[in-house]
């Protein structure tokens, strides 16, 4: 997550389908009980089954997720459950700001940037890692 400067790893089972998500805060509230933290597996530490949204809502609904769910990411899903995306609080203040200028955004747009991807077999033992 340092490496490419992003809050949150998305992960993603052996078809491609949303398993589960590792934020920077799943690892500061680990390492407040085990500084050893680094040295575990991603897939005893990360969150299954994440709160998610699909790709085709609006940013209102995605602003009411966060909120109601008091989560500063949120994965973003295509039809089949496979992350496309991930949307933070800071990019929603991004869409405050245009909306105050008078943009009309009718459907989210995610802020895509790199995102990093694990994929996990069925017993949650990581494969490999690799950026997209």
Same mark, same amino acid.
């Given at each position: 997550?340092? &490496?490419?400067? &992003?809050? *949150?790893?998305? /992960? &993603?089972?052996?078809?491609?389908?949303?398993?589960? /998500? +590792?934020?920077?805060?799943? +690892?500061?509230?680990? +390492? $407040?009980?085990?500084?050893?933290?680094?040295?575990?597996?991603?897939?005893?530490?990360?969150?299954?089954?994440?709160?998610?949204?699909?790709?085709?809502?609006?940013?209102?609904?995605?602003?009411?997720?966060?909120?109601?769910?008091?989560?500063?990411?949120?994965? =973003? =899903?295509?039809?089949?459950?496979?992350?496309?995306?991930?949307?933070?609080? $800071?990019?929603?203040?991004?869409?405050?700001?245009?909306?105050?200028?008078? *943009? &009309?955004?009718?459907?989210?747009?995610?802020?895509?940037?790199?995102?990093?991807?694990? $994929?996990?077999?069925?017993?949650?033992?990581?494969?490999?890692?690799?950026?997209?």
């Amino acid at each position: 997550m340092t &490496a490419v400067r &992003a809050g *949150a790893a998305v /992960i &993603a089972d052996t078809d491609g389908k949303l398993l589960g /998500i +590792f934020t920077h805060g799943d +690892f500061a509230r680990h +390492f $407040q009980n085990d500084p050893k933290v680094g040295e575990r597996l991603v897939a005893d530490l990360m969150t299954l089954n994440p709160v998610s949204v699909h790709k085709d809502k609006l940013a209102v609904e995605v602003l009411n997720l966060l909120e109601s769910h008091r989560i500063d990411d949120l994965v =973003v =899903v295509d039809d089949n459950n496979a992350p496309v995306g991930i949307v933070d609080s $800071q990019d929603l203040t991004r869409l405050k700001l245009l909306m105050m200028e008078g *943009a &009309a955004l009718s459907a989210l747009k995610v802020w895509t940037r790199r995102r990093v991807s694990l $994929q996990v077999d069925l017993q949650h033992k990581p494969r490999n890692v690799r950026a997209r």
